[in-house]
């Protein structure tokens, strides 16, 4: 032996040989191994992937009060501990930063059992758009997952097997240890690499020489309390940059990470809202109030960023942050200076400062003794009737659809009921403006920017409609709202009193158009369609899902291709649902001619898209074939050509004989732009269209058999006797026809014989 405190290399060896004995025998001295080494070594890139189940085991055995922030790098970059708890009114609280570089709700659940088991005074959840996209079928980031799984997996135990196993996806599931053998078995994995780099260190005595600067401190060394409160930032980035440098940065980078799914975040149905929603109802069984915080971007972020593209964020967020036990603070629409920000989404030093300053009331306020229980009292399904000497009522009224379009006041509900829970105190309420069709609007209020969504039944309004005949309709909401929180309504046909958990949600964007009313479904979404037999009665429900937003007028349609928001609805003028016509039908002879009045036609179709508003009327006129003909109207040089459809008049023709017939028209227009219509036959599974045009313009507006240029009539073949139709299309609004003539001798010429 040398010295006292010296090592000779056969010392070492003993060292070595001794310590890989009891490593092979020892599984629990492997997981610690492993789990130090995860922490301290460069066995991850990141010693935070290893920290959160030895950090929830340290708070969980920490006496002090504690509040745990969970998330992504988002709220690792903003949450200092140390300032918030200098800031807190309590000395006795902790504040616990365990955000994580590339977390996600989903790569998160694992840890949720152990962070209950903990039971913090207050959980600060990370909820940006970040973590809201639907991300799973990215390869790199599947591989993330994998690593976040299989690091966790190593840490916990047993008892974090929780309710999170119930919806991780099956490919996932290969990398979760829920058995003490998985677990070994990963741990084995890295077990290698930790020895060796055990052996290097015992080697060079450099054991309790480990830099901290990169690296984390073990669960037992005196820095790791200060490591979780206070975690080592990233370095300056933009700190560093000029104002044009930034600019340019962005202008690289921004325009590509804009279309990427973190600023396009879906408002439901991924597995991150899953994840959300078990993260946050398993802290709410437990009693743990939850604050939901969302951070903004760099100023500069915001111009890249289309209207609406985060409207997912918002509904998620609020939707949330109504729950019971929840308190929201949505600071991503907020300008911060360009000095707070380390990037384009992280928080630099003096951003972390000012967000210690904004949360740190909220936190106090949520740790206050009955917080909890207030909330929750709040939140309870109580109907307002019990509180209320007046119950809801409405008129009573049905209306009767009958014809392609009825117009209903939002006033003119028939029934209605109060909303539940903390919702209670939100009705609906009469307004009046000079922009508003009938006596006034509706308007959801008090305007609080409260939200009922998901569990909380908002205040309902029902409407009974009865249609006389078969067919789709389709619902239009007349709306608006003045921002993203106080601008959506939920929409049911024939709701019982179970709740529902499938509205079609009417969001209104009004407040972009200067507080214009608009026609609703907004982004050519299809509106709630019902499909009726006939001679039914059905129920439309309309629920309060924002307080603010504003209903004036509902519009019940059967054309499907009408758009209110390009077409004015109001300039149609009310039509029947089915267009009538004589019901005739015109026996057509072999040898000879036939005449027929035009408006005597079989039956009739109304137009679509633009030429809704169209129709053929009826005219008196003497020197009229009949007396009467029928005159495209309005008269307002619309053309309706191509894939438009003008409104038609159909006549039945029922042919005695096989053969080949041609078809005239006595007609007139006054211009080139209301002289034309379309002539269609259909038969034998052919059709045959042919455009014909009137030049009586031309000649003093009298009656003319048309084609008279031409001279070729439409010829149709009939290879079957018997019922026929012919079309009359109409093609330029404006023309006038009078009567048609069918013959089967292709030398007859009714110009020629007057």
Known sequence: MGESGSTTKSDVFVSLLTLSVVFLFTSSMMFSLVSDKLITTQLTSNPRYAITFPALDYIEGHDDAAVVAIGSSIIQAAVNGDCIMSELDTSSTSVYNLGISGANPYTETLQIPALVRA??????????????????????????????FTINSISMNQDDVGGWADFIREIDR?????????????????????????????????IDEVDHSERAPLPSDPDWHRYLTEPYFSQPFFEKKSDDEISTYLAEKMPKKAKQGVYNPK???????????????????????????????????????????????????????NLSGVHGIN????????????????????????????????????????????????????????????????????????????????????????????????????????????????QALPEDVSQYKTTIRGSRLDYNFTFVEPGEYHV?????????????????????????????????????????????????RAPLSINISGGETHKLSLFMMEDGVEIDEILITSLSTLNPKKTDPYSIEKQPLSCKGSGSVFEIEAQGEHLLEAEDYTSCLFGEGPSIAHQWELFGEANASGGNYVHALPDSLVHMRYEEKGPSLVYELDFESTGTYFVWLLMRGNSYGNDTVGLVWNGANTSSELIISSYAWDSKGQWEWEPKTSRLPLQINVTKAGNSELLLLMREDGVQIDAILVTDDPLFDPIQEG
């Open 119 to 148: 039971n913090p005074e207050l959980v600060l959840l990370d909820l940006g758009p970040n973590g809201l996209w639907d991300y799973y079928d990215d390869e790199d980031l599947n591989e993330y997952v994998q690593f976040r």
């Open 174 to 206: 290969q990398w979760v240890a829920f058995t003490y053998e998985e677990r070994m078995k990963l741990a084995q994995s890295y077990s290698q690499q930790s020895m060796d780099d055990l052996f290097r260190k015992v080697a060079s005595k450099m």
């Open 267 to 321: 408002i439901d149905g991924t597995l991150n809202h899953i994840a959300y929603e078990y993260i946050i109802e398993e802290l709410r069984a437990a009693g743990i109030p939850v604050l939901l915080v969302a951070t903004p971007h760099h100023p500069g972020v915001y111009s890249y960023l289309e209207e609406g593209q985060l409207h997912g964020f918002n509904e998620t967020f609020s939707r949330f942050a």
């Open 331 to 442: 600071m991503f629409w907020e300008e911060w200076h360009s000095s707070m920000f380390r990037d384009r989404n992280h928080l630099g030093e003096n951003g972390r400062a000012y967000f210690c300053e904004r949360i740190s009331p909220h936190i106090d306020t949520m740790l206050e003794d009955g917080f909890l229980e207030q909330n929750i009292l709040q939140s309870q399904d109580v109907n307002l009737s019990n509180f209320l000497e007046e119950t809801c009522e409405g008129t009573g009224h049905t209306t009767v659809i009958n014809n392609q379009l009825e117009f209903v006041q939002a006033e003119a509900f028939s029934d209605c009921s109060y909303g539940e829970g903390i919702a209670f105190s939100d009705t609906w309420e009469f307004r009046s403006s000079g922009t508003n069709k009938g006596s006034g609007f509706l």
């Open 476 to 524: 239009w909401l007349r709306m608006r709202g003045n921002s993203y929180g106080n601008d959506t309504v939920g929409l049911m046909w024939d709701h019982q009193n179970e709740f529902p958990t499938e509205f079609e949600k009417y969001s209104s964007f009004g407040w972009t158009t200067d507080g214009h009313w608009e026609w609703e479904p907004e982004f050519n």
